[in-house]
Each structure stands twice: as C-alpha cells, then as structure tokens.
C-alpha cells in the first residue's frame, strides 16, 4: 500500500483555521484519500474522504492537489473539541495509519 | 442505532495465558477488522473479514494470533501463549461494503486493553 508523510504535530489557536498537510507521492489512481481523527482515549472516527476533487462537509473541508500527491485537510475554526490525532491515510485493501499529526488547540 | 462493540474493555492475564478477545459490529456491516495499536502510534492492521471470510491476515504478527467469524457476524481475535510484547490496545472496526478500491468508511470500536503480566 502507498503510504503518507505527516508532521508529527502542529498547533493553532482556538476559532482559528487549520490546515493539516499530506504527502502522498506514490497514490495510485484509484486511491481514495481518508483522514480519520482520534481523540484522546478514543478510537479513530471518520473524517472526510477524496478522490480528485475537493470534498467539504460538516465537520472540515478536503484540498486535493491536481496531481493528487497530497492533500490538506482544513478545520475551518479549531475548537479544543478538535485535539486530536489525524491521520491521513490511502485506501487500499487495508488502511495503513502510520502515526498522524497530533493538532493541539490553544484557548 | 449501535456502534460497534468490544469485550472485556479491559484484559488483564499472566506471561502464557490464551485470551480471547470479542467484536460485535454493527448490525449488517460487512466487512470487519482487527488491529492492534501501541500507546503513541496509530492503529496496525492486523486482518480483516468479508462475511465469514478472512480476506487478510497478513498483518497478524506470528502464529499465535487467530481469528474467526464463523457467521458473518462477532467475530473473535485469539492470542495463544500471550507474551509481554502482546501489550496493547486491540481495536475492531467494522464498514458496511466490500472494500473494493473505492470507499468504506470504516466505524471503530472502543477497543480491548490488554495487559501482559
């Protein structure tokens, strides 16, 4: 399975944007994008998924580059609600995690 | 309706011991999946199911781990002569459609945690 490169965290203040990147160079053409989150002591739910074009709903927006070599997901105003790890992963026959980008809120 | 649930919550057995851990899905999903995550990292694929077939076991670790789901429904992870490295959140997630390249939004469950003594 093609995998994904994450920064490990990031930081945004509270009712602020947040764009959270990811590289994904080797996608294949049938890749769909997920992002999934995990709250603390939780496990992961889902966030928003792609594949060419970009994707909005309720809870965040999905930015698909043209060449599909990566992607950010944008909340667009944090809340403390929204730390949490997010994990961007490619949907093949089994979803591989890797270890996400830890966003921290800050009031 | 309900999610997806897992029994015990919590495990707790000696160096040695089997231990079985359960997953109800949801009512009518399909598809079901195991994995394990370590404290700090993401979730580790482990094997999944369509109906009562295992699809995909090859990311259980060695022979001691096995699973089932006889009838396309709870299915059971088994870790035989559990270690100390088995330490770990054991996760089971359960989509409503055979993966097939497209999407499936997969629904986890609140995950097993099991100490090896």
């Known amino acids: 399975d093609a995998k994904t490169t994450q920064p490990n965290s990031m930081e945004s203040n509270e009712e602020e944007p947040v764009h959270l990147p990811c590289n994904h160079s080797t996608i294949s053409g049938t890749d769909y994008i997920h992002w999934y989150r995990q709250l603390p002591s939780q496990g992961p739910e889902y966030v928003i998924h792609g594949l060419t074009s970009n994707v909005n709903n309720r809870m965040a927006s999905l930015a698909i580059a043209e060449d599909r070599k990566s992607s950010t997901l944008i909340l667009h105003r944090a809340t403390l609600r929204d730390a949490a790890v997010y994990y961007c992963i490619l949907k093949g026959d089994q979803f591989y995690f890797g270890t996400g980008t830890s966003l921290t809120v800050i009031p | 309706g309900a999610g997806v649930s897992q029994s015990p919550r919590y495990k707790v057995t000696k160096r040695g011991q089997d231990v079985a851990l359960r997953c109800d899905p949801i009512?009518?999903?399909?598809?079901l999946y195991w994995y394990r995550q370590a404290l700090g990292q993401g979730p580790e694929f482990l094997t999944y199911?369509?109906?009562?077939?295992?699809?995909?076991k090859s990311g259980l670790p060695n022979d001691r781990f096995s699973a089932e789901r006889p009838e396309g429904s709870i299915s059971t992870l088994t870790i035989q002569r559990t270690e100390q490295r088995d330490s770990a959140m054991y996760r089971c997630?359960?989509?409503?459609?055979?993966?097939?390249?497209?999407?499936?939004?997969?629904?986890f469950g609140p995950g097993t945690r099991l100490t090896v003594l």
């Open positions: 199911f369509n109906y009562e077939a295992q699809q995909d």
């Open positions: 009512s009518g999903h399909v598809s």
């Open positions: 997630a359960s989509s409503q459609r055979v993966p097939s390249g497209r999407t499936n939004t997969q629904y």
